[in-house]
C-alpha cells in the first residue's frame, strides 16, 4: 500500500534498536516487524558515540516525508 499523505487515523511508530551483529537475528527482526504492520521503511543506521552525548532526535516533519511514498 502506498500512499502520498498521512492519515489523521493512521499510527506511525518508529522503532530506534541496536542492531546485532548476526544478520539471521536482523532478519527475523524485520520479519516479525513485518508480520504486524501494513509496511515497514528503514530509515538507516547511526554510531553510537559510546557516550550520553546529547542527540537531538530527527525532526517529525523530516520522518514523515522520510517514509511517505
Given amino acids: 500500500?502506498?500512499?502520498?499523505?498521512?492519515?489523521?487515523r493512521d499510527y506511525i511508530f518508529y522503532i530506534d534498536y541496536i542492531t546485532?551483529?548476526?544478520p539471521a537475528q536482523e532478519a527475523r527482526l524485520r520479519g516479525?516487524?513485518?508480520e504486524f504492520a501494513l509496511w515497514v521503511k528503514d530509515l538507516g543506521t547511526?554510531?553510537?558515540s559510546g557516550g550520553k552525548a546529547n542527540v537531538e532526535p530527527p525532526r517529525?516533519?523530516?520522518v514523515v516525508n522520510a517514509i511517505a511514498c
Fill in 46 to 48: 547511526y554510531s553510537s
Fill in 1 to 8: 500500500m502506498c500512499r502520498s499523505a498521512v492519515l489523521n
Fill in 32 to 34: 516479525n516487524l513485518e
Fill in 60 to 62: 517529525w516533519k523530516s
Fill in 20 to 22: 546485532s551483529q548476526d
